[in-house]
């Protein structure tokens, strides 16, 4: 069930994230909305590394069960991977404001005519 | 020798960082650097390439550990042929880019090293999370060449670019977890081997989002927005490379994963193929037409690369083996035509100082030797026999007949006669007598020897889409095995399993 709510979390994130990239007219917000799709990628690998009562993956005679440790691997590649797109999507922010002068997508159009 | 799939990722990561510290070299010592690179690893992949010839399909162990727990590397024919573009892509684009200026230079250098280890990873990828990340570090650095203008246009591009590359990224990485989800396995030819298990409800999920995300790197219709602002956004250089090698390592992503992961060979997958036989069309119709109005060379030549996707997803769409066959092969025949066109067309752009079609007004009195270059290339695109472009639609059409789709037929010669009415307009522009004289070579800023290296290319270039046609059946060979692999992953994977086992 836990699991369950996880994914469906998972994807409201994303929506949220999607959502905020479509409609919002400042670069900034969309580098903000490009970060929270991308965590909720990460929310949805822990949710599928979950196991029902289990540990931490440190190997051990009395341990049972595991949660399972390869979508935390991915988890911590996709967090650096999000790191480094949205440093080189903030990166282009500001060449743009050097550019324009301002943030807002509908006047950055306007200008280019 | 043994060690050449790991070799051709690591080679041009060296040389980028090497060539990334130019600034402590002094300049000959710089090109020298930058010139064996780009040696390197040509001769690195060639060596690959008759490896696998010869001995067939391989299943690389990296640091010697087995699939569950180590990387698998994965070179088979389709791997072959894609990296065969990207080398020979790579290669021209180093030799093409001393026509373009020192500081330039530098810098291109460095991130061409990049994009070909990025994209050489992606090629030889045997787990699909490794493929996510070569694929995203390949996005990274294309946006880095459509800013690498700094100026206001190439800015916004690279930006809109971006969001369309993060949306498709996060797609794609959605679709991984959910087949680990399902399968407990990251490495391909364990997922080949288990995806019949999948729930059908989530392998139609994953699928429709490794579709959609690819689509946006590809460039599928209403997901194409970015790509022709990028285009030309980025020089011409690096257009013809985005043109070339970067929209085919889309293609291959593409096709590595709904055949050789996901298992798309079947049957039960029509309704796959008859979306992608839709989209094709769709892209065809839409990339033509888009070029048809486009005034900006470079534009409309972006988006006759739209209309070429087209081409090749209708080949995957008509749910053969030729028509896969074909579609790879369009595909091969495809870089070397429109990165012809890019790199010659910007002489003209250089020498009239704008894109602008209706300023090309006799281009061919200054630019002879280019335009030849420019038109030959055109007619092949076009696809006028007995050309290399020509070759492969024609097998497109047969698959397409051969199964009774007579639609998408009408559709690829419909946009055939577009491609000449829009190509044919800058031929008779090009040939009137030019209004400004002392125009050439000089007006475009470039020595004599500079401008030899680029023709030399262009000249391969040609060659290569002139004589196509009439190579040995050898050759073609290869594109129908790498189809065939693709249409049968799972039985193929367990031979390949138990020979990397022993």
């Known amino acids: ?113 | 020798m043994s060690h050449l799939p790991v070799l051709v990722i690591v080679i041009p990561l060296i040389f980028a960082f090497l060539s990334s510290l130019a600034g402590f070299w002094p300049s000959a010592v710089r090109r020298g650097i930058v010139g064996v690179g780009f040696l390197l690893h040509p001769l690195c992949v060639v060596l690959l390439v008759s490896r696998m010839l010869i001995r067939g399909p391989l299943l690389y162990e990296v640091g010697g550990w087995a699939a569950p727990l180590g990387i698998m590397l994965l070179v088979d024919e389709l791997s072959v042929i894609f990296l065969c573009i990207l080398a020979l892509g790579m290669f021209f684009a180093f030799l093409y880019s001393f026509s373009t200026g020192t500081a330039r230079q530098e810098k291109l250098h460095v991130f061409f090293f990049l994009l070909t280890a990025s994209i050489s990873g992606q090629m030889v990828a045997g787990d699909i999370f490794n493929l996510f990340v070569f694929l995203e570090l390949t996005t990274v650095v294309s946006i880095a060449l459509v800013a690498l203008k700094k100026k206001r246009r190439p800015v916004i591009s690279a930006f809109v670019y971006m969001v369309y590359a993060a949306i498709s990224s996060t797609l794609l990485l959605i679709a991984i977890a959910l087949l680990y989800n399902a399968t407990g396995t990251l490495t391909m030819a364990h997922i080949a081997q288990r995806i019949s298990y999948m729930p059908p409800a989530s392998y139609a999920v994953v699928l429709v989002s490794v579709v959609i995300s690819l689509g946006i790197k590809i460039g599928l219709v209403p997901l194409h927005f970015w790509q022709a602002d990028a285009y030309d956004g980025a020089g011409s250089t690096v257009a013809g490379i985005f043109s070339g090698v970067v929209m085919k390592a889309g293609v291959y992503a593409l096709l590595r994963l709904i055949f050789t992961v996901l298992g798309a060979g079947g049957a039960h997958s029509r309704l796959l193929f008859g979306f992608l036989l839709m989209a094709g069309c769709i892209n065809i119709a839409a990339g033509h037409i888009g070029a048809l109005f486009q005034l900006n060379l470079k534009k409309m030549l972006a988006f006759s690369s739209i209309a070429h996707a087209g081409y090749i997803f209708v080949g995957i769409g008509s749910g053969t083996a030729a028509g896969l066959a074909a579609a790879v092969f369009h595909a091969f025949n495809h870089f070397f035509l429109k990165t012809a066109l890019f790199w010659s067309g910007r002489f003209f752009i250089a020498g009239k100082r704008s894109s602008f079609i209706p300023r090309m007004r006799g281009i061919a009195v200054s630019f002879p030797a280019m335009f030849i270059m420019f038109f030959l290339s055109a007619l092949a695109i076009v696809g006028i026999p007995p050309t290399a472009g020509f070759a492969s639609k024609w097998l497109i059409a047969l698959a397409l007949q051969e199964r009774g789709l007579l639609l998408p037929l009408v559709f690829i010669a419909a946009g055939t006669v577009v491609s000449l009415w829009y190509y044919a307009r800058i031929f008779v522009l090009a040939v009137q007598h030019p209004h400004e004289t002392g125009n050439g070579i000089q007006g475009a800023r470039m020595t004599k020897r500079q401008a030899a290296g680029a023709l030399l290319v262009l000249m391969v270039l040609c060659l290569y889409s002139l004589s196509a046609a009439f190579f040995p059946q050898d050759f073609y060979s290869v594109f129908e095995a790498a189809a065939f692999r693709l249409r049968e992953p799972a039985e193929y994977m367990e031979i390949l399993l138990a020979g990397a086992l022993q």
Do not use: Q
């Open chain 1, 1 to 113: 069930m836990i699991r369950e709510m996880s994914f469906v979390a998972a994807i409201s994130v994303f929506c949220i994230g999607l959502y905020c990239v479509l409609t919002d007219r400042n670069l900034i917000k969309i580098c903000v909305g490009l970060s929270i799709m991308e965590s909720s990628i990460v929310l949805l690998l822990v949710a599928i590394a979950y196991r029902e009562g289990g540990l931490a993956p440190v190997f051990s005679a009395e341990i049972e069960t595991y949660v399972d440790p390869v979508p935390h691997a991915l988890a911590l590649t996709a967090i650096v991977i999000g790191a480094g797109v949205t440093a080189v999507a903030l990166g282009l922010s500001v060449l743009i404001y050097r550019h324009f002068g301002t943030l807002n997508i509908d006047k950055i159009w306007r200008s280019l005519g």
